[in-house]
Every structure is written in C-alpha cells, then in structure tokens.
C-alpha cells in the first residue's frame, strides 16, 4: 500500500498491539502483576488475552493489502517464495528464542527446544492464511472460518479422551493430549498443555481469517469510510453476542483457543479498531498515533529484540549471581516500594528503550522486513 494511500488505522493498532505485547511480556517481577496484566489462569480471559489475538488479527488485515493486487495481476511463483520466506523466518525466530542460552555453545541442545511459540504461530499462521487468501474469494473463506470454528467446537467436546468426554480442563482435553503425543513434554511450555500447542493453532487461523474480513472491507472502493464504519461496529457487536452465548457450553480459554474465544476477541479487535479508524482516518486526527505508527514500522524486530534482550538480561549475572534484571528492577523497587506499581513501571521504562530503537529506524527510514 503506497503511503499517499495508507490507512493509519491500522498502522496505529499495529503499534499499539506490539506496544503492549512488550508491556506484559516485561514486567519488573511476575510476583507482582496488576491483574488486568495477567493472563487468566484458565477458562475467562482479562485484557492481556486479547493482544495475541489482535496481532493475528492484524497479520490477517495486512494479507489482504499485501496480496489483493497479486490475486487479480495473477499469482506467481514469486509469491508462493515470499510467503514461503517469510513464514520460515518467523519461525525460526521464534526456534532461536527457544534454543539461545548464554552458556556455551549458546544453544539448547535440539531435544530440549520448545518448538511451539509465538513466532513460530505467527508464521504458521501467516503461511496457511495467505495460501488460503490467494486461492479462493471472501464467501469461501467465510465457509472455512465457520467450519474451523464448528468443526474445532466438536472435535474438542465429542471425541473421548481415556473412553470418556474431555472436560476442557488442564488435565483432560484434546489439545494436550495431541501436544503430549506430538511434541512432549520436552518440546512444550508446560507439563499439561502448550499455549501455541498444536491443535489449537487451527482456530488461531480462524482468527487471521477474521482479520482478513475486515482488511477487505477496507479495501472495497464502493463503501465510503461511513459505511465501511458501521460494518465493523455491527461486525464487532455481532461476534462478541455470538462469541459470550457460545462461551456457556464452550467456555473462552487463550491457552485452548476455543472457539467463543475467536469471536469474541475478534469482536473486540473490530470494535477497538472501528473507534481508531474513525478517529484517524474519518476525523484525520493521526498525530496522537503517530508514536504507535513508529512502533509499528518494525514491529517483528522491536517485538523480537525485546524477548531477546529479556532473557539475556534474565540469564547474564554479576559476579554476586544476581541478573542483570534482577539489579535494575531492584534498583527501581527500592524507590518505588509499591511492588505492582514498581513492577508495571519497569515495564514502561523497557517500552520507552524500544520505542527510541524503532524512533531511530523510522527516522533512519530502516523498515525490516522479516
């Protein structure tokens, strides 16, 4: 999309996504969290379980401005090879996250690598969905949303795990129990489940596929900007009904991905996006977003550097064994003494560091593509 043409929205809901991915993923101590910043334990969701739902949503709208042109001019081998890179490099990002250690030789030996994770779904994702954009048109692909939601609904709830129903439990439910004979216990996060796992990554792509709904609204030249608002208002309002009704017999779970769970964070996301595109892109009020879109700009990196540089500062001591983390968070804690506040302050402080690193990219016009 040229830059006369760009839609700021999306830039601005980008940044602020990775922006906040950054802000839960560093906190001073995880013994100390405000709970909204919290993941939920299980079955319910706070606001932290949206951001990784936003992202894929997003991934989603942006593959329909990356492709639509490519879709009508004809696809090519070229375009199978970019998505083909790009996927594979998400991926091993991620793999390199998993495996980098500060001992020598600096890296886990293969066996003891999570395999599953965030960049690893992002690219998983991002593959599947773009294969399933290029090959077939909006009402195809609306089937394969509702069939993988359905079809996940059944398969988690009718298929007897040990000749008995799963109860959606940490203990017993299919997506573990996939992940366990799959990958185990070696290659998750957990001993009972993986969050990334698996089975669960399917409805992830009913998530980027969602997003691709509303990249294509965007993209349509006979809706005005009115039109196209009021569509993401009832798409939103419609899949957060659907989505909480649905939760009752197929409870909301991050870690499972549950269908209800897609909705009704896909219906956030449409909701949360339809008031910053009004407020961009309708009114033209940009400049309060505009440090988002710097954030944006480079999203992966200053997404990938961040983990990266939290797990060196996690692992490299001094010669007293305390971490590098471990020496500035206890440096801030002893000025602030409330310990939620101190700790959530940390975390604005590592997302003022990257959003320098992504201002001078921006300014250096240095955009990396991964």
Do not use: C
């Not at 004809?74 to 970019?82: E, F, L, R, T």
């Not at 879109?293 to 999203?299: E, L, M, Q, R, V």
């Amino acid at each position: 999309m040229s830059t006369s043409n760009r839609i700021l929205s999306v830039d601005i809901f980008r940044g602020l996504t990775i922006a906040a991915m950054i802000l839960v993923n560093n906190p001073g101590t995880w013994s100390a969290i405000y709970d909204p910043l919290e993941h939920a334990e299980w079955h319910g969701m706070t606001p932290t379980d949206l951001i990784f739902p936003f992202f894929l949503f997003i991934v989603g709208m942006s593959i329909t401005f990356a492709y639509t042109k490519k879709k009508e001019a004809g696809i090519n081998a070229d375009v199978y090879k970019k998505i083909i890179s790009r996927s594979s490099k998400l991926y091993f990002l991620g793999f390199f996250l998993a495996g980098f250690t500060l001992t020598f030789p600096y890296f886990k030996d293969l066996s003891e690598i999570r395999l599953p994770g965030v960049l690893q779904r992002i690219g998983v994702v991002f593959f599947i969905a773009s294969l399933l954009f290029l090959h077939f048109n909006w009402k195809v692909l609306f089937g394969i949303f509702i069939t993988i939601l359905i079809g996940y609904w059944l398969v988690m709830t009718q298929i007897p795990i040990n000749g008995e129903l799963a109860l959606l439990t940490k203990e017993s439910n299919l997506a573990s129990v996939v992940d366990l004979k799959t990958l185990t216990v070696d290659h998750m996060w957990k001993e009972l489940y993986d969050p990334e796992g698996i089975l669960s990554t399917i409805p992830a792509i009913a998530t980027t596929i969602f997003g691709m709904f509303l990249g294509m609204i965007l993209l349509n030249k006979n809706r005005s900007k009115q039109e196209k608002l009021k569509y993401f208002i009832i798409i939103g309002i419609v899949s957060l009904i659907i989505g909480n009704i649905w939760s009752t017999i197929f409870p909301l779970n991050k870690a499972l991905w549950t269908s209800s769970f897609v909705l009704v964070t896909g219906g956030w996301a449409s909701l949360i996006f339809a008031v910053i595109y009004y407020i961009a892109d309708i009114l033209g009020h940009s400049d309060w977003g505009k440090p988002a879109i710097i954030f944006g700009s480079n999203a992966i990196t200053v997404f990938f550097l961040s983990s990266f540089m939290a797990k060196t500062f996690a692992w490299a001591r001094f010669d007293d064994g305390q971490s590098v983390h471990g020496y500035l968070y206890e440096a801030l804690s002893s000025v602030i003494t409330n310990p939620e506040f101190s700790s959530l302050l940390y975390a604005i402080i590592v997302i003022t560091f990257y959003f320098f690193i992504a201002l001078i990219l921006y300014k250096k016009k240095i955009f990396i593509k991964v």
